[in-house]
């Protein structure tokens, strides 16, 4: 093999602790962040050229790097545009196009201030549009996939830049065809909002922030970490000796930080990672975890 360019803008020996909400990890080899879309595909190449491993990250909010080193290229998505599409339809809904590197807090704000509604619960939220998409972020009852039209992606094998309409993204739960293959990155998304009035928004947005500063931890974490059981409960005696499980049942969901307070582990600790005593379903870090 001959001599490889250098991948202007690259770094090495990176800690990547600070980039990622727990700030728990390692060292990169290498670490890049792409800004542009020929940037990724300049640094995919170089990692293929040079035929060594590539994790891709954005806000890396639910990203646990190991403490040893990673012997490889990380590149953070960090284009971060957010627009109105020119073919939105302007009285009853709009389209906006938002790149990967997005933070979603953004991404809400300028929703609001466009009076448009859809996005106010992803107010608060330390990940970014391509996460968030990756894998179908939900909360109070919303979910990513609800919103997505279709997705911009780079191929990693064929290096070709695709679009992907929501009925082939196939979301689920907490999953979608982003998560299931490895071949595909997020760029960008067209999100599809419904036009609203500008201080109900701004009251929706309130009311998250506020939930989300009153019930959660604020220490590092990666957000609640398991999916909700979506199950009814049947059982008579069950229900007889724990009655709260009936209104889960209306629900159609049993909070996962419910089950884990029931089973005594609130609090619990190991070492310097704790399952929160505020929420159960939030594991932290209290400090050199």
Not at 92 to 102: H, I, K, Q, R, S
Not at 119 to 145: D, H, R, Y
Not at 216 to 226: I, K, Q
Not at 265 to 288: M, Y
């Amino acid at each position: 093999m001959g001599k490889i360019d250098e991948l202007k803008g690259v770094k090495k020996n990176v800690v990547l602790a600070p980039y990622t909400t727990y700030k728990i990890g390692g060292k990169a080899k290498y670490f890049f962040e792409a800004k542009k879309k020929n940037e990724l595909i300049s640094a995919i190449k170089w990692a293929k050229e040079l035929r060594t491993p590539c994790f891709v990250i954005g806000g890396a909010s639910n990203v646990l790097f190991l403490d040893k080193n990673f012997n490889g290229l990380v590149i953070k998505i960090c284009n971060s545009a957010i627009k109105i599409s020119d073919s939105a339809n302007k009285i009853l809904d709009c389209n906006v196009v938002a790149e990967a590197g997005a933070k979603l807090g953004k991404l809400a704000d300028f929703a609001a201030k466009n009076y448009l509604s859809g996005l106010e619960w992803i107010s608060g939220v330390p990940g970014t549009v391509g996460g968030a998409i990756f894998g179908n972020a939900q909360a109070f009852g919303c979910k990513m996939a609800d919103m997505v039209e279709s997705v911009e992606v780079l191929d990693i094998n064929s290096l070709e830049i695709k679009n992907i309409i929501k009925k082939d993204c196939d979301f689920s739960t907490k999953n979608s065809v982003f998560k299931k293959g490895k071949n595909l990155i997020i760029i960008s998304a067209v999100l599809k909002l419904k036009k609203g009035d500008r201080e109900n928004i701004k009251n929706k947005i309130e009311e998250v922030l506020s939930y989300r500063k009153n019930k959660h931890p604020r220490l590092p974490s990666a957000g609640s970490v398991f999916v909700n059981s979506e199950v009814k409960i049947t059982d008579e005696k069950l229900l007889e000796k724990f009655p709260e499980l009936a209104l889960f049942n209306k629900r159609d969901a049993i909070p996962s930080a419910y089950l884990i307070e029931k089973c005594g582990l609130k609090g619990k600790k190991i070492g310097k990672a704790q399952i929160s005593e505020k929420h159960a379903n939030f594991i932290v870090n209290l400090g050199g975890a």
